[in-house]
């Protein structure tokens, strides 16, 4: 048996053995060396878990579809057979499969737990980091090491550094080719083991010892009775905590992931957060600017004001030359000093100023602090040759879907006979389904229907056209909790 598997073996046995009394037993194990954070530790026992789903997939593939996997694995999309695309498993209705270049995604239609693999050989052993991200974040009542790999990783991105680390230790193994990796054991002996904690979980000396063998002293130093901590337990707690506080920092220090040290110092609770904060405020990396703003906004604490206000000053999120304008990081700011009412008189301001890619944005902001504006805002936006623009305003209306906002969405159909500029109101329009707009959509694109420039290609212009519809759902989703409560304002002259 490989080493790795048989440590594995031994420390996951030595859980259900209660000769030893749990005092004992935690100092034991809580001393005895382990090479792997409880970070990485718990991100390994759920990806031998994984495994196995990995490989129902691949059954899948196989059997009830009648996939080729070598094939898909080598030619992707023209691996697919004809015909197959997002539909419920033959003779599993409960799941749905989706074909995708070289994998395949499973959705339970129930649970909403989403399997995700792409295939790069005849197995199931690679494991890319998006999807298994994926599955996290679909799991709606997360089993035993899923929820303590949750509980540890608040924003899910951050599991990235467990990865790293299990790289690093041989753990996982990198595709040569492929931004994948593999189990550098074999784990056929351990999944009846974890399986068997799994039911037993709920034991309390269970989950203890088991936190115990890996090295997850912060955890048994929360289950324990405050009244009967062992000191030993809180001295390896804290230098756990050290350690991993010390690694966030450094990988900060040095501009290694420093959007993720900064999301893993917050859920770390760290109390040097703020520190980093203020550094990332002053940043010109985009990406670590962006993670502190989102980290701000959602504290809604007034102190940060004056270095949001800086920062919105400063920065032009109009993007660079090789970088693509973010509006709805121009917006963020200028929401949060609003919501907090900081030097408002000057704020609203910036909504006379408005950047040309955030019209959109702007157009929400006016509804809820400045209805006056708004208007004129979102008839500019519509009327954009910006495409994210005419999506944002139209998402947003749908959702207001108010007679105001059906007038000034038909309003855009009734001045013009272009496809292009009319598709985001017409999708807008079919999402609220009020029968007299449903009809007038309908008499439009039968007096203006779309001419395809061939046959047989499709241009790229043509296939984002197609896809508006979906675009425009995809901005009603984003926008869905911002907006509704601001359903009743009627901006003046849309009455």
């Known amino acids: 048996m490989q080493p790795l598997a048989q440590e594995l073996i031994q420390r996951l046995q030595a859980v259900t053995e209660d000769a030893v009394s749990l005092r004992e037993f935690i100092t034991v194990w809580l001393d005895r060396p382990w090479p792997l954070t409880p970070w990485a530790s718990w991100t390994l026992f759920s990806l031998i878990r994984h495994r196995p789903r990995q490989e129902f997939v691949s059954q899948i593939v196989q059997e009830r579809l009648g996939v080729d996997q070598l094939k898909l694995a080598k030619w992707g999309y023209f691996g697919h057979p004809e015909g197959l695309s997002r539909v419920a498993v033959p003779g599993l209705p409960e799941w749905e499969y989706y074909l995708h270049g070289c994998g395949c995604c499973l959705t339970h239609q129930q649970t909403g737990t989403e399997i995700d693999v792409d295939f790069y050989d005849e197995t199931a052993d690679w494991i890319d980091l998006f999807f298994y991200q994926g599955f996290l974040k679909s799991l709606r009542q997360p089993e035993l090491w899923e929820a303590r790999v949750l509980a540890l990783h608040a924003s899910i ?42 039911k037993r979980h709920a034991e309390p000396e269970t989950m203890l010892r088991l936190a115990a063998v890996i090295g997850d002293s912060p955890l048994v130093q ?51 957060l703020d520190d980093f904060l203020k550094q990332a405020l002053k940043s010109d990396n985009s990406s670590t600017l962006d993670t502190a703003l989102d980290i701000i906004t959602v504290t809604g604490d007034s102190c940060w004001c004056p270095l949001v206000s800086e920062v919105l000053q400063r920065v032009s999120f109009l993007g660079s030359a090789d970088e693509f304008p973010r509006p709805e990081k121009w917006a963020q700011p200028l929401e949060f000093l609003l919501r907090q009412d900081y030097q408002f008189d000057r704020t609203i301001e910036f909504l006379s100023h408005v950047p040309k890619y955030a019209l959109g944005e702007a157009a929400a902001i006016a509804l809820e602090f400045q209805p006056h504006l708004a208007l004129k ?22 959702l207001i879907d108010q007679p105001w906002c059906q007038r000034e969405l038909l309003q855009i159909l009734n001045e013009s006979t272009d496809q292009e500029a009319t ?49 425009v759902e995809f901005e009603m989703d984003q926008w869905r909790d911002r907006v509704l409560p601001l359903r009743e304002i009627i901006p003046p002259g849309a009455e």
Do not use: G
């Not at 905590?241 to 900060?252: H, K």
């Not at 707009?437 to 499709?458: C, F, G, T, Y």
């Open 157 to 198: 991105d951050t599991v990235q550094f467990a990865f790293d680390e299990l790289q690093e230790q041989e753990f996982l193994e990198e595709n040569p080719e492929h931004h994948a990796c593999r189990l550098s054991f074999e784990i056929t002996d351990l999944i009846p083991l974890l399986e068997s904690l799994t």
């Open 222 to 272: 929360q289950l324990l009775d405050t009244t009967d901590i062992p000191p030993e337990v809180t001295a390896h707690a804290r230098r756990v905590t050290a350690a991993r506080e010390q690694f966030l920092q450094d990988q900060y220090d040095l501009k290694k992931n420093q959007s993720l040290a900064l999301q893993s110092l917050q859920e770390n609770q760290s109390p040097d």
């Open 377 to 398: 805002l979102f008839r500019e936006a519509l009327r954009s040759s910006i495409p994210h623009n005419r999506e944002t305003a139209a998402a947003i209306l749908a």
């Open 423 to 471: 598709a985001e109101s017409r999708a807008a329009l079919k999402m609220i389904w009020n029968l007299t707009s449903k009809a007038d959509v309908d008499n439009w694109e039968r007096e203006n229907p779309l001419q395809l420039e061939s046959d047989e290609h499709i241009t790229v212009v043509e296939a984002l056209l197609l896809k508006t519809p979906w675009y």
